[in-house]
């Protein structure tokens, strides 16, 4: 079924069946069969009246007789293949014919099925069942699939809010601490601003320093908090702006080994990006880490290959038992979870940290 395509089969019903039969006998014996069985049934005589009716209510099964003056059984299954209202409606061919060369040709069009006259009633009854059985499970599938994707789309805009709460509080702690400190080196110099001078100067000095790393790291801040911008062309390149930034800021320069042999999904890319920002976040802010090691990674596995992304520090590291939800590590563990990823989280104190992330490719 293509994308976006809606399950015409209501899972309460039997189904609605479309017959198309130029002959009105063959016409009136299945629909009184299929009416005496609970179907709801729709019947034409020849294949532009099928393809109209198909597109204008579409049914949920079709019977279609191969040989039809004007157009034929093979040409009406091709036509309604290509149409993206009819696409996905399983055709059952219904013939005189057991030739092994028209039942080929009747799966090449798209047929899913191929009954040769004179048919058994329960035979047509058991085959017409069966593809509309699989249409119920087909029709089940899909809602589960987009539960699913609505879930993760809602597990990760909870991780977002949830990372966007958590900056917020760092502004406003940050901020507050340094506005009082602001506060305490202005009112210094000016206790001693007619007395002297010179260290009136300095403290003005310091309240400057001050002002400036509460400005900077505010910037940064608000810049984190901005709504994503679309993932850029290279993860690699962006990886690298953030452990340049990093360097920039601490002094360290990780070391980065990356190995990308697959095209890598906006999603994942996006998800990569911010755990790599965070983590090196926390590290500059309280590992007090002298080395850092960056990994990412393309693994081949018996049951598919998957992107591994490993982030190293030998800092001072912590008791994860005690910040399960501290530094961020929920919102990275919602974001991968909304991916189907794994994380993993090896730390103690003085043993520096490790993060690892792997999503599955297929």
Not at 258 to 268: A, G, Q, R, T
Request: aromatic fraction near 6%.
């Amino acid at each position: 079924m293509r994308s976006g395509q809606a399950m015409h089969l209501p899972l309460s019903m039997k189904g609605d069946i479309l017959i198309v039969d130029d002959t009105p006998d063959n016409l009136r014996l299945l629909s009184t069969i299929l009416s005496e069985q609970g179907y709801k049934v729709r019947s034409v005589i020849n294949g532009s009246a099928a393809l109209m009716g198909a597109q204008a209510r579409p049914p949920d099964l079709i019977l279609l007789d191969v040989n039809m003056p004007g157009m034929n059984g093979y040409e009406v299954c091709r036509l309604l293949k290509e149409q993206e209202q009819t696409f996905d409606i399983p055709v059952i061919f219904i013939s005189a014919s057991h030739d092994v060369i028209n039942k080929v040709q009747a799966f090449s069009v798209g047929g899913v099925d191929y009954i040769c006259k004179p048919f058994q009633v329960e035979e047509v009854l058991v085959r017409i069942e069966t593809q509309l059985s699989l249409r119920r499970l087909q029709a089940k599938l899909q809602q589960a699939l987009e539960h699913e994707r609505s879930l993760n789309h809602q597990i990760e805009a909870m991780a977002a809010i949830e990372e966007r709460n958590r900056i917020a509080r760092e502004i406003h702690d940050s901020l507050g601490h340094s506005l009082t400190a602001l506060t305490l080196q202005l009112q210094a110099a000016v206790s001693v601003f007619h007395t002297n001078s010179e260290q009136a100067q300095v403290f003005l000095t310091q309240a400057y320093q001050l002002s400036k790393t509460a400005m900077q790291e505010v910037r940064q801040s608000v810049k984190t908090l901005r709504v994503d911008q679309p993932t850029q062309p290279s993860l690699a390149t962006t990886l690298l702006d953030l452990t340049e930034g990093f360097r920039q800021a601490t002094g360290i320069s990780p070391i980065v080994h990356f190995d990308l042999n697959e095209p890598v999904s906006s999603s994942i890319s996006k998800t990569i990006h911010r755990i790599v920002q965070e983590a090196l976040t926390n590290i500059s802010k309280y590992a007090q880490a002298t080395q850092v090691w960056i990994d990412l990674v393309t693994l081949h596995q018996a049951n598919g290959n998957c992107l591994c992304l490993s982030l190293k520090d030998n800092g001072k590291g912590f008791d994860c038992r005690q910040h399960t939800s501290g530094f961020g590590l929920q919102g990275m563990q919602e974001r991968v979870a909304a991916l189907a990823g794994e994380f993993y989280l090896t730390t103690a104190p003085e043993a520096g940290c490790q993060i690892e992330v792997r999503f599955p490719l297929s």
